[in-house]
DNA sequence: TAGATTGTTAATCGATTAACAATC
DNA sequence: TAGATTGTTAATCGATTAACAATC
C-alpha cells in the first residue's frame, strides 16, 4: 500500500482553492474518528467503517475527503494514520494556535481547563477578567490577568481571541481584540458581535441549541397527536409570564 | 397597526408543516435581537432594522419569517411584542422544558449557573454525577445527586438531557438517557452519540469551532504571501510530534 | 395619493446523494 | 483475474439572494 500510494505530485490545479464550509465543518470530526481508531490500532479503514463512526454517509465523506486530495488506495480503503495527519494539516493543526480566554468566570474556567486544547495544538496564553477580585488566582496553570493587558498579550503573539464574558461586555472586548490585530473569534457570549469583514467570528450559543431542541419537541408532540391539537388555528396558548406579549 | 394586524385565522394549507432547518437555527437569533430591541423601548422595526441587529441579509430574514406567517405591516414593518411572541409560540418557548445536566464537573458547573436557561423557558430539574465526592454538593442552587437516579428522574418528568460527561461515559450515559425515554439530548462530550433515529441529538464542540477557526487562519496567511508557501506540492510542513505519522 | 416596506417569485448557488467507472 | 472500494459524475434537493408586485 505504500508504495501505490498517490505521489505528492498534485498541481495547484488538481485542489481547487476552496474546500466547501459544509465539508471544512466535519473534517474535525472525521479527524476525531481517525484518532480513536489510530489509538485502538487500526491501521486501515473504508469509508463505509470511517463514515459509520462519523455518523455520515459514505458518499458524504467520500466526497469530503475528495476535496483534500485522493488519499485512499481503491479497493483497500484509507491508511487510518496517514489520513490523520492529511486532515491535521488541512485544517492547520500542524502549528500551534496561541489563544487568549477573555472572561474567567464558570465558562472561562470550563474552557481554560478543557483538556482538548492542549492535544490538538491550541495553547492558551492568557486569561484575562475585569473583575479585580479574579486577578492572581491561578486557573489551569495559568495566573488570571487583567482586561487592562489585552493589547500588550495579543501584541505578545496571539492567534485567537475567546469571548466567554457576559452579553453586555462582548463586544467592546471583541473591539480590543479585534484593534490589537486578533481575526478570529469564537464568541460563547449571547449576542451577536460586530466585526470587520476580514475577521472570522464563530458562536457557540447554549441556548439556541436548548431552543432548536424545544422547537423539535414540540412538533414532536403536534405530530404524535395527530395534529388534534392545532396552535395555528385556535386560540393562544399562552404560558405565565408571556400573557403581556399576546393580542 | 393594531387593527391592521392579520387576523390569525392562518388554515393549515396556508403554512406548510416544514419549517427549514436553516430557518429554525436562525429563530433564536431574531428571538434575541427583538428581546434587545423590546428592553430599548423600540415598538416597531423594519426586515433591514431587525437583520442588521441579528447579523443577516434583510431578504433572507423576510423569507424566514414568511415561514412562520404573516406577521408584518407593508410600508411599516414589523411589531416588535407580537413578533417575539409568534417566534417564542413557533419554537415552542411558550411552556416550559424540563432539563437533566449529567455530568457537573467544570462543564457542568457553567451550564447550570448559565442565567440563560431559567429565562427562557427552560429549567433545569437535575443536577447528576457518578462521583460519590460531588454528590449532596450545592450548584446553583440544586444538590447534585447520584448517576444512579437517572432513571427515577426521567422518570419525574424530563423533557431534554445534557451530557456533560467525559467521552468515555457519554455512550452509556446517552443510551440510559434513551432508554428511560428522552428524546432530545444536548451532547458536549467530545464523541459522535448512537441514537435510534427518532432521538434528536444536538452537539456543542468547542474544539471543533477552534479547529474550523484555524483553518481559516491558515488560509489567510496562505492567501496572504500570494501564495508563495504552496502547501499542497511543496514538502510537507511537519510539526514536532507529528512527524511519525508523515511518511 | 405617494412613500415605504412586506411577502413572494424566480434565478442562482451550494450541498447531498446514488450510482458507477476506474483501479487497486 | 475477481472482488473490493475509491473518486467522480450527474441528478436532486435545499438554501440564498435580488427584484418587485402587493399593499399598508
Redo the contacts between chains.
Sequence with gaps: M?SS?PA?????QS?PAGIPDAT??R???Y???LTTLAEDGVATVSSEELAA???VGSAKLRKDLSHLGSYGTRGVGYDV??L??QI??????????R?VIVGV???G???A??G??AS???TVVALLDADDALIGEQVAGLAVRSIDELESVVAGGV??GVVATPAAAAQGVCDRLVAAGI??V?NFA???L?VPADV?V?K?????????????????AVTEFG?AL????GP????PG?TE???
Design positions: 505504500s500510494r505528492r505530485l498534485t498541481t495547484r485542489r471544512v465543518a473534517l474535525p470530526v479527524l476525531r474518528a463512526a462519523a455518523g494514520e496517514y490523520l495527519y491535521s494539516r488541512e485544517l492547520g493543526l500542524t502549528q500551534d494556535w489563544v468566570g464558570n465558562l474556567h470550563a474552557l481547563n478543557y482538548g486544547f490538538r495544538g491550541f492567534h485567537i481575526t478570529s469564537l449571547p449576542c451577536v460586530d472570522m464563530r457557540v450559543d447554549l441556548s439556541t441549541e436548548l431552543q432548536i431542541l424545544a422547537f423539535h419537541e414540540q412538533r414532536r395534529e392545532d396552535v395555528t388555528t393562544d396558548p399562552v404560558a408571556l406579549l399576546a393580542r
